[in-house]
DNA sequence: ATGGTCGCGAGGCGA
């Protein structure tokens, strides 16, 4: 049984003593971790290696950032997105880094996504479906469809983990008339979020939780984790080779969110049965 | 309540 988790950290050095406890009890097997927020030099490549991970990152000095702990050989890294036109212009946001991990003779492939949250301050009369940072949302969504469509022949097991920054349907937001239009629930972005699962892709925390609704992040502001307002916006995108071998799939905010210095997202995560 | 709270890095931006 193999465990596969994802975590948006928000600094990996600021969450290092909580994210080396949390490896320990939770015992994943390969980690896909969110918003680094350090450069390449300042990532604690030691501690986590010491912990037993190789590693592989995609780094950006006080943003973003993004990275693949495995306790597998890891091979074939790929950072960034391609762009939409092919150009060779590289993303200068670090949101996406993906990886081939081979466990007992079986390739599977793994992607850490940072989706961009896409929010902004607006300016009077403007609307958030005109705002540069929801298009760049909308474009960065469009370059992972197409890539994840590029790479759909394969016929891999294949996880595309993160932080989505999109509550997938009603149930997984606190308060869905609240957030209709806003940003996390604005159908433009929902719509690009389900066209991952259109093309193939299945949310693998539904595979095992019909009707459920849990959370994955919770706003720092507003006391949010204690009244439970949060929304489910971190999801393992997997293919349907990968989804059949589910044996479990969960979150774990307990033990997690509710610490001291925590994150505001927690981890979630499935185990798979590779025979 | 047009705020609130973190993290980065040293003021304001991003979430």
């Known amino acids: 049984m193999i465990k596969i988790a994802t975590f948006n950290v928000n600094s990996i050095n600021a969450r290092l003593p909580k994210l080396l406890d949390w490896l320990k009890n939770s015992k994943p097997d390969i980690v896909c971790l969110q918003e680094l927020k350090c450069e390449e030099k300042n990532f604690p490549f030691e501690a986590l290696s010491d912990a037993g991970f190789n590693i592989a990152v ?7 950032g993004v990275a693949i702990l495995s306790k597998y050989k890891i091979d074939d890294v790929i950072k960034n997105l391609p762009m939409l036109d092919n150009s060779n212009e590289t993303d200068p946001q670090a949101r996406y880094i993906e990886c081939v991990i081979s466990v007992n ?7 850490s996504i940072y989706v961009p949250n896409g929010g902004s301050e607006l300016m009077a009369d403007q609307k958030i479906e005109q705002s540069e940072k929801f298009i760049y949302k909308l474009n960065f969504y469009d370059r992972l469809q197409s890539h994840i469509s590029s790479l759909a022949s394969y016929d891999e097991i294949q996880i595309f983990a993160g932080d989505y920054n999109v509550a997938c349907q009603e149930i997984d937001i606190y308060d869905p008339k609240g957030f209709e239009g806003q940003i996390l629930f604005h159908l433009q972005e929902r719509i690009k979020f389900r066209n ?12 095992a939780n019909q009707e459920s609704q849990a959370f994955t992040w919770w706003d ?6 204690a009244h439970n307002k949060g929304a489910r916006i971190d999801y393992l995108l997997v293919s349907p080779k990968c989804a059949d071998l589910i044996a479990e799939s969960d979150i774990e905010n307990e033990g997690v969110r509710d610490q001291e210095k925590a994150s505001d997202h927690c981890p979630t995560f499935i185990k798979i049965d590779l025979c």
């Open 220 to 225: 720092y502001r507003g006391n949010s984790y």
């Open 196 to 207: 991952l699962l259109n093309i193939g892709l299945i949310d693998s925390y539904r595979v």
């Open 58 to 64: 995609n780094c950006q000095k006080s943003y973003n």
């Open 105 to 111: 003779n079986q390739a599977i492939r793994v992607a």
